[in-house]
């Protein structure tokens, strides 16, 4: 049997010679559309069957070759499936993607979270540093603070009754024929006021009763206005003096006192004899207390020898009057 006519099988049986499959490039298909299977020219090919299903095998460690090792590619490539790649003497190993846990991919969203949780966390820690070592709170002491917490307290009732007053005001001045009439009641009173301190309007209220009653010594002038001084120091408002023969003159801030002949009193120019007696009005303890002082009028009097006779009145009446001067030079400041 000549090589032209058989064809070795590998099976040991001669296999006839047969039409041949085109030439071209070796393991192509026959790119005939009629052209049968290559693997049904062989009768003794078997039929082909799912392969069996076997469970995987843990795969061996493979141990690193040491230097001058000779490894079994063989071997490696029966124990793991892969026949590692040699390249320059070195092994080449592929790695395995399903066998280990993938790696998650960082967005760009997660980065920008985490950096402002990062910012965050750090201004939290510097502010509560800055708090914690804050040196003016630190430094100050129980009883400064309560004192600042009570100065705080006591500016904003004063403000308060500011802002009351003055809302008020203005509540006042918007109402129109009430806001004018409260502001000629005020302009009326102050008038009335400025009448009984001039002495044009008579007065009435409580006060005082002082008598001058001379003894070896007539009751000089300087003794009355010492008096006059004392209560206006206590709080006098109003005053007149009247002598003996029943004559009465207002006494105002203009007023001068000179002695006269026969131990009489010369008072704004009116001839006044005794006893002399001052009506005033005002607080009567207070004025009481003003005349007792020690070294005071009424010590001076009974020193001279002559007697000072102080009586309370709940109703003082202050009648006498004082005409107006007619000013020649003085203007009020507009």
């Not at 003055?166 to 005020?186: D, N, T, V, Y």
Request: avoid cysteine; charge should be negative; hydrophobic fraction near 35%.
């Amino acid at each position: 049997m000549s090589s032209d006519e058989h064809t070795e099988t590998g099976t040991g049986w001669p296999q006839p010679a047969g039409p041949g499959r085109p030439a071209g490039p070796a393991g192509e298909p026959d790119p005939r559309p009629d052209a049968p299977d290559p693997d049904e020219l062989s009768p003794l090919a078997p039929e082909r069957s799912a392969p069996p299903v076997e469970p995987p095998a843990r795969e061996p460690a493979v141990r690193e070759p040491d230097d001058g090792e000779t490894v079994d590619l063989s071997r490696a490539a029966g124990a793991g499936g892969v026949t590692p790649a040699v390249s320059g003497g070195a092994v080449t190993r592929p790695v395995s993607g399903g066998g280990g846990t993938p790696r998650r991919r960082v967005s760009s969203a997660g980065v920008m979270i985490a950096a402002l949780l990062a910012l965050l966390g750090f201004t939290l820690v510097v502010q509560l540093k800055t708090t914690s070592t804050d040196p003016t709170v630190a430094a100050t002491r129980q009883e400064d603070l309560v004192r600042i917490l009570y100065d705080l307290n006591s500016r904003e009732v004063r403000l308060r009754q500011d802002i009351a007053t003055l809302e008020e005001s203005q509540r006042q001045l918007r109402s129109g024929q009430q806001g004018r009439q409260a502001a000629l009641e005020e302009a009326t009173r102050r008038a009335d006021e400025l009448g009984i301190l001039a002495g044009t309007l008579p007065a009435t209220g409580p006060g005082l009763s002082v008598r001058f009653e001379a003894g070896e010594k007539p009751i000089s002038a300087s003794r009355v206005l010492d008096a006059v001084q004392e209560l206006r120091g206590a709080g006098a408002e109003a005053m007149q003096i009247s002598g003996g023969d029943r004559a009465t003159v207002r006494i105002i801030a203009s007023t001068f006192f000179l002695d006269g002949e026969g131990g009489s009193l010369v008072v704004d120019g009116r001839r006044l004899t005794g006893p002399f007696t001052i009506t005033v009005i005002g607080d009567p303890a207070t004025m009481r207390t003003a005349l007792n002082i020690p070294g005071g009028v009424v010590a001076s009097v009974t020193g001279d020898g002559g007697k000072l006779i102080v009586e309370d009145r709940e109703a003082a009446e202050v009648s006498a009057l004082h005409a107006p001067i007619k000013l020649e030079h003085a203007r009020p400041v507009s």
